[in-house]
């Protein structure tokens, strides 16, 4: 009777601390557990691996990820997607509609690299519309991704591949481009015709209000993240869509009362980021002036194998990549750098799952492997140890179980 009552009171115990610290509550396509007070998260990913080095640095970036669950009680689900050189292989197109729908019922996508040489892949020698990037602007249009955030980070351990002076790096620099994605003079109605036996083209560049508002809002929230200070850069001294550019954007600017801005002519932007990247925070331009500026901005850095970007929609959908190409001639090797990928991992947690301090601790890893010395072959320098692409994503994996 007493061993009856003790497994009685053994049970109830259980029950009530499984009562207590798991509650389950369904809502969209996210699972929400509560687990010794915290809130864990269960979400959907599509995992666009690509061709080249990508399904080595996004399997990295799985790493990482899966790191972060286990210390934060989360739960990633991923599901592969073609697109690309290995979908045109596969299917005869670089994006079918089957993977564009299983893309629009996730909760982010996670994407490695695509495309391959140009010079001697034969998927270009197809026409346009069929080769591996055009699965790229074909999965921005029937997501809706019309933001870019592409973020210019200076680690303190890579001052000395940075190509400014000294005096100008000072204590580093941490920006981010937001850039306008499907507007402007790339998507704009263009023609090159002959007119009296000489060639004329044209180019159109045509922005409305409310293509200019959202990126906008976009802006000031991914400034409300940071330091609260807006750059909007565009050429109203010359542009009517430049001048609407700025009506609208101070508009937006009176939402933010917190959020201090200014506006800054494209050419002196060009120069500033080269003569005090410091003053700049978040960035914001059309799409034409955010090609040029991000990539400006990224050989300031040191390394386009750190950068990470991230292409929103309206909604809390977002396709996160790393900034650099497919690199073939490295491919298989293990190699390649993964930081940029992961630190696209880091920016899905944050701008698409709200998951501020997961972000954090990849971000706070990423740091700790680089003080201590540790290098891939692209930001090797005296007196490190060189790492392989998969041992770089175990040492991160390693700090972020440490507590970071």
């Known amino acids: 009777m007493l061993a009856f009552r003790f497994c009685y009171l053994l049970i109830r115990y259980f029950v009530k601390i499984f009562i207590e610290n798991f509650i389950e509550i369904e809502y969209s396509s996210i699972t929400q557990l509560k687990f010794k007070g915290e809130i864990a998260m269960d979400f959907n990913i599509s995992v666009i ?64 690299a695509i495309g391959g040489n140009t010079s001697t ?5 197809l026409p346009p519309d069929l080769r591996p990037e055009a699965g790229l602007l074909k999965l921005r249009k029937a997501l809706g991704l019309f933001a870019n955030i592409r973020p210019a980070y200076l680690y303190s351990e890579l001052k000395d591949a940075c190509p400014l002076k000294e005096e100008i790096i000072g204590d580093g620099f941490d920006m981010v481009i937001m850039r306008e994605l499907t507007g402007g003079l790339y998507f704009g109605e263009r023609k ?29 929230e991914t400034a409300m993240k940071r330091r609260k200070n807006v750059i909007s850069v565009d050429k109203a001294n010359v542009l009517d869509s430049s001048r609407l550019w700025r009506k609208v954007v101070e508009e937006v600017a009176k939402d933010y009362p917190e959020v201090t801005y200014s506006h800054m002519l494209v050419d002196n932007c060009a120069m500033q980021l080269v003569k005090n990247p410091q003053q700049f925070d978040v960035i914001l331009t059309e799409n034409m002036f955010g090609d040029i500026l991000s990539d400006e901005a990224s050989e300031i850095t040191g390394s386009i194998g750190m950068l990470s970007s991230a292409s929103l929609s309206e909604s809390k959908l977002g396709l996160y990549e790393p900034s650099h190409g497919s690199a073939p001639d490295i491919a298989g090797m293990d190699k390649a750098n993964p930081i940029a990928t992961i630190l696209s991992a880091a920016m899905m947690l944050r701008y698409s799952f709200d998951l501020d301090k997961e972000a954090d601790s990849i971000e706070a890893a990423v740091k700790n492997v680089l003080k201590n010395k540790m290098r891939t072959v692209d930001i090797m320098s005296d007196g490190c140890t060189c790492l392989t692409c998969s041992q770089m994503g175990e040492a991160i994996v390693h700090e972020i179980q440490k507590g970071c």
């Open 192 to 220: 090159t015709v002959e007119e009296n036996g000489i060639l004329k083209a044209y180019d159109s560049l045509t922005y409305d209000e409310n293509e200019i508002r959202r990126i906008a809002v976009k802006g000031f």
């Open 49 to 112: 691996r690509g061709d080249g080095i990508g399904p080595e640095i996004v399997g990295e970036a799985i790493r990482v990820l899966d790191a972060v669950a286990v210390k934060y009680g989360h739960r990633f689900n991923y599901t592969e997607v073609l697109m690309g050189g290995v979908s045109i292989d596969a299917t005869g197109s670089p994006l079918t509609d089957e993977a564009i729908e299983t893309c629009k019922n996730s909760d982010a996508v996670l994407l490695g």
């Open 121 to 125: 892949s034969p998927w270009y020698k």
